[in-house]
């Protein structure tokens, strides 16, 4: 399975931006990038996707390095209700996912 | 108009007991997933169907047996449900047709409890 590693929990303060960084060494080729979020006692929320080039949406940006070793998760401008796990997985064509454990994101009002 | 709901959203049972998760999309998608996300709170799938056809089934006891009427519902049936069943569970939906290249849509869970 294709791991992601993240680190446990992050601070930002209300209104700040955010960059929450992930790991994926083993990536292959046609593994696509996709973060989701998860408050408390809902689904995970998807949030954004990428191959290889930086993606931006009304969500959030990914940057991607170039080497796709890593990437970073930026929310311009964090808000309380921005408060998640985040979660960055590889998807396969083989669609055999595993989430890990995410970053939690606390925002300091 | 909820896109992937599932019902119950909680369900409290008996060791011992059989039970059935539902869920529906009406995103259109061609494939539904069933994960369950335990104590630990990592989230792992067990079972995908893209147009009624199972296509991954992992590791799960063959307790669990998904149904899938439609490409629209994809049900999970649980026999003899143990003390380790307990989790959340939630359904999925997506295209595949798009390959890696598409989001997947979650509902809200359905947390199982056995007593």
């Known amino acids: 399975d294709a791991k992601t590693t993240q680190p446990n929990s992050m601070e930002s303060n209300e209104e700040e931006p955010v960059h929450l960084p992930c790991n994926h060494s083993?990536?292959?080729?046609?593994?696509?990038i996709h973060w989701y979020r998860q408050l408390p006692s809902q689904g995970p929320e998807y949030v954004i996707h990428?191959?290889?080039s930086n993606v931006n949406n009304r969500m959030a940006s990914l940057a991607i390095a170039e080497d796709r070793k890593s990437s970073t998760l930026i929310l311009h401008r964090a808000t309380l209700r921005d408060a998640a796990v985040y979660y960055c997985?590889?998807?396969?064509?083989?669609?055999?996912?595993?989430f890990g454990k995410g970053t939690r994101l606390h925002i300091l009002p | 108009d909820t896109a992937v709901s599932q019902t119950p959203k909680y369900l409290v049972t008996q060791m011992g007991n059989d039970k059935s998760i539902k869920c529906e999309q009406n995103l259109g998608h061609d494939t539904m997933y069933w994960y369950k996300q335990d104590s630990k709170k990592f989230l792992k799938i067990m079972f995908s169907y893209n147009n009624k056809e199972l296509i991954i089934n992992e590791t799960v006891p063959n307790r669990f047996s998904p149904k899938s009427p439609d490409k629209a519902h994809l049900n999970l049936h649980i026999n003899s449900l143990e003390l380790g069943d307990s989790a959340v569970y939630f359904c999925?939906?997506?295209?595949?047709?798009?390959?890696?290249?598409?989001?997947?849509?979650f509902g809200s869970g359905t947390r199982l409890t056995v007593v």
């Open positions: 083993t990536i292959s080729g046609t593994d696509y």
């Open positions: 999925a939906s997506s295209f595949t047709g798009q390959g890696p290249n598409y989001g997947y849509t």
């Open positions: 997985i590889l998807r396969r064509r083989d669609d055999k996912i595993i």
């Open positions: 990428g191959l290889t």
